[in-house]
């Protein structure tokens, strides 16, 4: 019966040094979706590029639409609202053209719709889904963020216009 108490105790001790063994730390970090939305502007001359660190400490919403997507287009002069709406509060809005096209439907399109917000041409690695969006399987697809960086609501497909002015309103008081 020793013998045995023994060896119980000392699986323990094995079993509790084990648990002691250092284990590297899960990586906490938020992803940084930001960085991706490093692209060229349809909205500005080229090479033009976007500069993703004006998103950092701001509520922002991105969407990615296409030309030729009519919800897509639809929806985008209630983000050019919700931007006046929010302005005070930092909000930034931005879209990214996931035309195959590129520039040349994009540049027009930007030109001639005067939204009052970025319009990014999507790279290659975004249209493949190498991304931390992954691949954007449903335009428009929209995703909102906190000023920490952080996901509030994302949409894919079309957004409802109630929905959306409800989590704006939540992300602005982040």
Known sequence: MQRTAAWLALAATCCAAAGCAHVPAKDESPIDYYQPLRLERADAPAPARFDPARLYGRP????????WCFPCLGQLPLFAELKKEHAADGLEVVAV?????????????????????PVLIASEALVKGETPY????????????????????AWPGLADAADLRAAVDEAVKR
């Open 60 to 67: 922002a919403l991105v969407t990615f639409f296409a030309t």
């Open 134 to 153: 992954g691949r954007v399987r449903e335009l428009p697809t929209t995703v909102l963020f906190a000023r920490d960086g952080s996901v509030v609501a």
């Open 97 to 117: 053209g996931m035309d195959l096209d590129g520039r040349r439907v994009l540049e027009p399109f930007a030109a001639q719709a005067g939204l009052g917000f």
